[in-house]
């Protein structure tokens, strides 16, 4: 069993930086494959951001890539989302989430555990 809270979102201006966390309980985070997904209002929830069990793999949608990062600490049972050059259209609520897996999963049903989602809001 794996719980996951959020924290870290707030808003900021266009072209701003933000960093969101996820901080996990229980002994599965090392052997978890973690990701970000966001959910707009009136959208569906979608991939961001993927990080292995290590930390040396990750995958990122192409509307984030080479903007956000994606990093662990194990030892803390914590991963992170840097947002760099952040725009209105990544507003959303961000939802970090979690599987005991080796694979990286870009596909939202592949998660076994969910946090309850921390809300960014990109001002223009």
């Known amino acids: 069993q794996v719980q996951l809270e959020e924290s870290g979102g707030g808003l900021v201006q266009a072209g701003g930086s933000l960093r969101v966390s996820c901080a996990a309980s229980g002994r599965t985070f090392g052997s978890s494959v973690m990701g970000w997904f966001r959910q707009a209002p009136g959208k569906e929830r979608e991939f961001v951001a993927a990080?292995?069990?290590?930390?040396?793999?990750?995958r990122y949608a192409d509307s984030v890539k080479g903007r956000f990062t994606i990093s662990r600490d194990n030892a803390k049972n914590t991963m992170y989302l840097q947002m760099n050059s952040l725009k209105p259209e990544d507003t959303a609520v961000y939802y970090c989430?979690?599987?005991?897996?080796?694979?990286?999963?870009?596909?939202?049903?592949?998660?076994?555990?969910w946090g309850q989602g921390t809300q960014v809001t990109v001002s223009s």
């Open positions: 990080i292995s069990r290590n930390g040396v793999n990750t």
């Open positions: 989430a979690a599987v005991t897996a080796w694979a990286i999963f870009t596909d939202s049903r592949r998660y076994d555990y």
